[in-house]
């Protein structure tokens, strides 16, 4: 379900309120969101009106569990 994930330049790169900024594609559907404080926000479009609630609970567990272990490694 979840297609070429990659993590792109942060938003607000430098600054206190620097924000990990990441872009995916779902079911042929290209996405972008921010990720911070373990929490998935979408730009628009967002996935909610294209996917089920549960699919994307587990599209967002995904994506944490993705950037999680780009950070740690």
């Known amino acids: 379900m979840l297609q070429n994930f990659e993590v792109i330049?942060?938003?607000f790169e430098g600054q206190a309120n620097e924000r990990l900024q990441f872009k995916l594609n779902i079911k042929g559907n290209d996405?972008?969101?921010i990720f911070h404080d373990e929490?998935?926000?979408w730009f628009q479009p967002?996935?909610?009106s294209k996917i089920e609630k549960d699919?994307?609970?587990l599209v967002e567990s995904s994506v944490?569990?993705?950037i999680t272990s780009?950070?740690?490694h």
């Open 9 to 11: 330049t942060p938003l």
């Open 31 to 33: 996405y972008r969101g």
């Open 39 to 41: 929490e998935v926000q």
């Open 46 to 48: 967002q996935p909610h």
């Open 55 to 57: 699919d994307l609970h």
């Open 64 to 66: 944490r569990d993705l």
């Open 70 to 72: 780009r950070l740690i």
